[in-house]
């Protein structure tokens, strides 16, 4: 029997590292900026002219997110959410912060030398920075797909393998590998060669075994930093619905170029821009028909029609 590997629900209290660390400043929760999108629960169903109705609770909030690489402000201003079970893009022009931004989500930022954070990430309400968080088990629980596929030099099986076998997972190995690998809809190709190196297969097949990869540690989210810009067409359309599968159960954070693959693939759409400082900020945040078809700020449209970027 296959083991069904479902996303992780444990709170925040429950991924925090030995309390052997000085706890951090509250985060500021003070009244969310005009480009974060007003909860439903804070509309009047009279003034929105129909019945109550609750929005899911954000999985990912960013409270007045400020990211410096040493002196310089890479991004500024961040107060946007990102919903559950949804697939939201970052799109922009290039260098305008959308891989910083979408790193600051599982602080894989900090393995940078000189790196500063101010401001808050919260992850079901509670912030990633939290000094007694510990940044692997946030990476446990969210996880990662780079823009060139990335195996380990092993076979198939135990680049499925590794961060389970890392984190001490106790069930049942060969079923956690098989159901993360028919998630991501490459069982089927390497069944008959689970001890061939992932090195050997397909740059698309190499990406499906890396989202596998990230699916065996059981995260509830999946960052994808470009994740077809080293593919094919073909390949980049098997990503694609992969990734409307995926939604189902993961909540997932998209950082593409391809603004053609944002208006496919997303259910929201933040657009970022960079001040004259070189800060990037979030111009716009939307559903992605809305981005695309009527957005507010001139200078989104600006953008999606094509006049820079
Ligand atoms: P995008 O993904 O939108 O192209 P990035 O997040 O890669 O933008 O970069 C945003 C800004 O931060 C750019 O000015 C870039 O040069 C700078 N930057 C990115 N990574 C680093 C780093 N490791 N050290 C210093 N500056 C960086």
């Known amino acids: 029997m296959v083991t069904e590997p479902g996303p ?31 909860p439903a629960s804070e509309r009047s169903p009279e003034a929105a002219g129909r019945s109550p109705e609750r929005r899911p609770e954000p999985v990912i909030e960013f409270r007045d997110l400020h990211f410096y690489y040493g002196a310089f402000r890479a991004v500024k201003d961040i107060n946007i959410s990102i919903e559950p079970q949804k697939i939201t893009a970052l799109i922009g022009p290039s260098g305008c912060g959308k891989s910083t931004l979408l790193r600051t989500i599982n602080r894989m930022n900090d393995l940078i030398p000189g790196i500063r954070t101010e401001g808050a990430v919260l992850y079901h309400g509670e912030n990633l920075y939290d000094r007694d968080v510990d940044p ?79 699916i065996a540690t059981s995260p509830d989210v999946i960052l994808m930093d470009e994740p077809c810009s080293a593919l094919d067409p073909r390949s980049t359309l098997q990503i694609e619905d992969l990734m409307a599968e995926l939604k189902q159960n993961y909540t997932i954070v998209i950082v593409t170029h391809n603004m053609q693959q944002a208006a496919r693939a997303s259910d929201y759409t933040a657009f970022m821009n960079m001040d004259e400082d070189r800060a990037g900020y979030v111009v716009e945040q939307d559903a992605t028909i809305e981005i695309f078809t009527n957005p507010k700020e001139q200078m989104t449209e600006d953008y999606v029609s094509g006049r820079f970027g």
């Open 8 to 38: 992780g629900r444990e709170t925040m209290s429950q991924i925090a590292a030995p309390p052997d660390l000085e706890p951090a400043a509250e985060p500021a929760r003070e009244a969310p900026s005009a480009s974060r999108r007003e």
């Open 136 to 214: 692997v088990e946030v990476r446990r629980r969210i996880g990662m797909v780079f823009q060139k596929p990335n195996p380990f030099p092993k076979s198939i099986y135990d680049n499925v393998a590794f961060g389970p076998r890392v984190t001490g997972y106790a069930g049942n190995l060969d079923d956690l590998v098989e159901s993360s690998l028919r998630r991501a809809a490459i069982w089927d190709e390497v069944k008959d060669k689970l001890k061939q190196s992932g090195l050997a297969l397909s740059g698309g097949q190499q990406q499906r075994l890396c989202i596998a990869r990230a």
